[in-house]
T-cell receptor, first 110, second 113 residues
Framework: EDQVTQSPEALRLQEGESSSLNCSYTVSGLRGLFWYRQDPGKGPEFLFTLYSAGEEKEKERLKATLTKKESFLHITAPKPEDSATYLCAVQADSSYKLIFGSGTRLLVRP | EAQVTQNPRYLITVTGKKLTVTCSQNMNHEYMSWYRQDPGLGLRQIYYSMNVEVTDKGDVPEGYKVSRKEKRNFPLILESPSPNQTSLYFC????????????FGEGSRLTVL
């Protein structure tokens, strides 16, 4: 069964303290892996698409990487405005359906 | 401004009272979808539509109906709501089914008493 697991469930960082969020997946064949950011009371907002192992994408303080079994969202020198829930989703070769993980709640304290 | 608009944003209703959550997008997207988000369960797809008059079930379609009469609108209908449908609902759209780059609405929080 295709599934996505994100860890940790919650992460507290001090401003400037770099860290990584993990998204591990089990899927028969990967069409794409997607990262979203969700602020409280808002809908998810698309961040990145990764298609193949070794691929990396960057946006400001965020960098997403992909291996054959997992993806990491690296946050470098985070700021309080990076506080949000980060969602990972995969799309399998066999289906266009997106399978979402439960998310990681990130809190960055000043 | 490109957006997906849902209404109502908040609703408290009682068991059995039919309700409709509207969704409209202004990006000329072909693909639209409804999700529910529950703590610990992530986003689960209810129904989706690849184009006008084409709809299909997602993972949790029981108790819901949809229609796609126009490209921009994709309402979610709860014919006889029950307490287990208390949830946060999101409408999303994209250029096509094969992309995972979805545009989400701001959500509709539904409570069924």
């Amino acid at each position: 069964e295709d599934q996505v697991t994100q860890s940790p469930e919650a992460l507290r960082l001090q401003e400037g303290e770099s860290s990584s969020l993990n998204c591990s997946y089990t899927v028969s064949g990967l069409r794409g892996l997607f990262w979203y950011r969700q602020d409280p009371g808002k809908g998810p907002e698309f961040l990145f698409t990764l298609y193949s192992a070794g691929e990396e994408k960057e946006k400001e303080r965020l960098k997403a990487t992909l291996t054959k079994k997992e993806s990491f969202l690296h946050i470098t020198a985070p700021k309080p405005e990076d506080s949000a829930t980060y969602l990972c989703a995969v799309q399998a070769d066999s289906s266009y359906k997106l399978i979402f993980g439960s998310g990681t709640r990130l809190l960055v304290r000043p | 401004e490109a957006q997906v608009t849902q209404n109502p944003r908040y609703l408290i209703t009682v068991t059995g009272k039919k309700l409709t959550v509207t969704c409209s997008q202004n990006m000329n997207h072909e693909y639209m979808s409804w999700y529910r988000q529950d703590p610990g369960l992530g986003l689960r797809q209810i129904y989706y539509s690849m184009n006008v008059e084409v709809t299909d079930k997602g993972d949790v379609p029981e108790g819901y109906k949809v229609s796609r009469k126009e490209k921009r609108n994709f309402p979610l209908i709860l014919e006889s709501p029950s307490p287990n449908q208390t949830s946060l609902y999101f409408c999303a759209s994209s250029f096509g089914e094969n992309t995972g780059e979805l545009f989400f609405g701001e959500g509709s929080r539904l409570t069924v008493l």
